[in-house]
């Protein structure tokens, strides 16, 4: 019997021959990611009776979660994480406004196919968009790994999800991702690897990709994976090449091109999945999670027409260079509908430059869009967005639960970054193939 | 294994325990009501609310050493490690479910309360039955039977042995400090 990518990738990073579904392994992760939560574990780390991390060089720390500071005790816990930081001696340190953890760790190339990711954050289930381990944690558990190095891991079941077929004209990467959590429920990935395969899943840019896994902590999966190909191998080696300080000829981004893909692993062709379900992408329409729950979804048609008083664009789901060039495209020449508020958080600075750049950021400022500082935004009510009572906010971000954005008695919906501008141009849920065709 | 508890070091083919069976889907809530998270500390009055909007009858006959057997997905919902807590407060020697949601069994064996996945066991198992735990021998027994589970990491086990994670690591380390462990909000 072959064995699934988790299997492969658990049995490396706990340096055994091989790994079963339901093993419990002790892991050496490549690398540990936390946030401003940062202060907060280091307080559990000492209570355990000790002073120096062991893994500084495998951690990385981000501040992205309230960012800049919006008011004295946020002011003071990133006080408290840089002094750590320095006291620690982390290189890897992202200070406010370099972006969201999952995306700036993407772009600095920290985390490479086959390798272990834990973090204190639930969607590290992200790095599978680079054929990575990412799996969220407790913040002890942090701390216990600052402590060792290691954490015991139970080698999940896995569940393959093969998609055929072509997304339709304007259907996203989120659409799919929304159709499947609506179709097996929240819960459906429980525990499980959800390993993706299938025509469609190669076809996706690789900006779309960073969608789905991440989107998959919202399936209650453990892990998500997608097959790593030339495209991801490119992107890490050029990103990697970057960071020499000898010219990055050509010669060189080939040999850190096949280094990493090296490192790959894939399922093999008679791994042993749990389920299998296979979708296919020509039938998915645009899809919307309506309040209270991700898995409450509807095709687009069904809540059209739904008064949004606030769109807001980014995250670490959707808050990339294609997601802001897709509202760019649709709000080109229009306005936003007066009393609606089109609000743009960049994923990070370098997706921000590029939206400079590309000429995007000045079409959606002068179509009256607000933008923020790359970060996690109002995404989870800290800040800088948070709705008013009885407000509907239509969100490209993966959580809609009651009172996620700060505010109980507001309504989250979630859709993808161009659904949501071309609502923000009608001031009502809107389908984008209206706008642009029109 | 020196450092194992004594429910397993010293009866290491026998945690007999009575079960209390329930169903499916069985959430943090239910298990330990969100209301009281953030007021209760004392694990007397924490154990006391333990499955109380699930099963009354719970909180006021279980008796230490019962064994909690359920179905698919217990403790889905919040992180909340009470809904752990209260039942070790409340002197459970272990769950054993079809399975766990995926954070309540983390939590559970880092704060040193066995979980055991075995939907068989579950299928076969009443309410009021003894079932006998082989923690090393990965093996559960009823009415003369054996349910095979998949066994527990040494690591997995000496966590639960040590009473969580923070003390497993504080023995692991050499270390004695007895420092409170605080988990900040921010």
């Not at chain 1, 340096?15 to 939560?37: E, F, K, M, T, Y």
């Not at chain 1, 490192?263 to 296919?280: G, Q, R, S, W």
């Not at chain 2, 909340?80 to 995926?102: D, H, M, P």
Request: aromatic letters at 6%; proline letters at 6%; hydrophobic letters at 45%.
């Amino acid at each position: 019997m072959g064995h699934t990518f988790a299997e492969k990738a658990l049995a490396r990073a706990a340096g055994l021959p091989g790994a079963a579904a339901g093993q419990v392994v002790d892991a050496r992760p490549d690398i540990v990611l936390s946030h401003d939560n940062t202060a907060a574990i280091a307080r559990i780390f000492r209570s355990i009776g000790l002073e120096r991390v062991v893994i500084p060089d495998r951690m990385a720390i981000t501040l992205d979660h309230a960012v800049p500071a919006p008011n004295a005790r946020h002011a003071q816990n990133h006080a408290e994480v840089r002094a750590f930081v320095r006291e620690q001696g982390v290189r890897n340190f992202f200070e406010v406004g370099r972006g969201i953890c999952h995306q700036v760790l993407s772009e600095e190339a920290l985390v490479l196919p086959g390798q272990l990711i834990l973090g204190a954050d639930s969607h590290t289930t992200h790095f599978g968009w680079l054929g990575a381990f990412g799996a969220g944690v407790g913040r002890t558990e942090v701390a216990a790994l600052w402590a060792t190095g290691e954490l015991w891991l139970r080698v999940p079941e896995s569940m393959k999800i093969v998609v055929v077929g072509e997304l339709g004209t304007g259907v996203t990467a989120k659409d799919l991702c929304l159709h499947v959590i609506g179709q097996l429920g929240a819960d459906g990935g429980l525990y499980q690897s959800v390993e993706f395969a299938g025509p469609a899943i190669e076809r996706l840019s690789l900006e779309s990709r960073m969608v789905i896994p991440n989107m998959m902590a919202e399936f209650g999966a453990k892990n998500a994976y997608l097959p790593p190909d030339g495209a991801v191998f490119q992107y890490l080696s050029e990103r990697r090449a970057r960071k020499l300080p000898v010219s990055n000829s050509k010669s060189q981004i080939s040999d850190h091109t096949s280094a990493i893909s090296n490192l790959a692993l894939y399922p093999d062709p008679d791994a042993a999945y749990a389920a299998v379900h296979t979708f296919d992408a020509s039938t998915i329409e645009l899809t919307v999670s309506c309040p209270h729950a991700v898995d409450a979804t509807q095709p687009l048609s069904a809540v059209r027409g739904t008064r949004v008083h606030q769109a807001f664009i980014g995250t670490c789901t959707n808050g990339r260079l294609e997601d802001i060039a897709a509202a760019a495209e649709i709000v080109k020449g229009r306005k936003v509908a007066p009393g609606t508020r089109l609000l743009i958080v960049p994923a990070s600075s370098e997706v921000y430059a590029e939206a400079i750049r590309c000429g995007y950021a000045q079409t959606l400022l002068e179509a009256g869009a607000v933008f923020g500082t790359p970060g996690c935004g109002p995404c989870m009510g800290n800040h800088m967005g948070v709705p008013a009572p009885g407000e509907v906010c239509l969100s490209s971000a993966n959580r809609n639960f009651k009172g996620r954005m700060g505010q109980p008695e507001a309504e989250i919906y979630l859709a993808s970054p161009a659904v949501v501008a071309a609502s923000a141009v009608r001031g009502a849920i809107a389908d984008p193939r209206e706008i642009v065709g029109a | 294994m020196r450092d194992l508890p004594s429910a397993i070091s010293h009866r290491p083919s026998a945690i007999a325990g009575r079960v209390w069976k329930y169903g499916d889907g069985v959430n943090t809530d239910v298990i330990f009501p969100g209301k009281y998270t953030y007021t209760l500390r004392d694990p007397a009055e924490i154990a006391a609310h333990a499955l109380e909007d699930l099963d009354p009858a719970f909180a006021a006959q279980a008796q230490p050493g019962d064994i909690v057997v359920a179905g698919r997905n217990w403790g889905n919902g919040s992180s909340r490690e009470q809904a752990v807590t209260c039942l070790k407060y409340r002197g459970i020697a272990a769950v054993v479910a079809k399975s766990f949601a995926r954070i309540y069994y983390r939590n559970g064996i880092n704060q040193g309360l066995l979980l055991i996945a075995c939907p068989e066991v579950v299928e076969a198992a009443q309410t009021g039955d003894v079932i006998e735990i082989d923690p090393a021998g990965s093996l559960i027994r009823l009415d003369g039977r054996g349910y095979p589970f998949p066994p527990l990491s040494p690591t997995a086990l000496s966590i639960i042995a040590a009473g969580g994670l923070v003390p497993h690591l504080r023995r692991k380390l050499g270390l004695t400090s007895t420092a409170v462990v605080e988990i900040g909000d921010c």
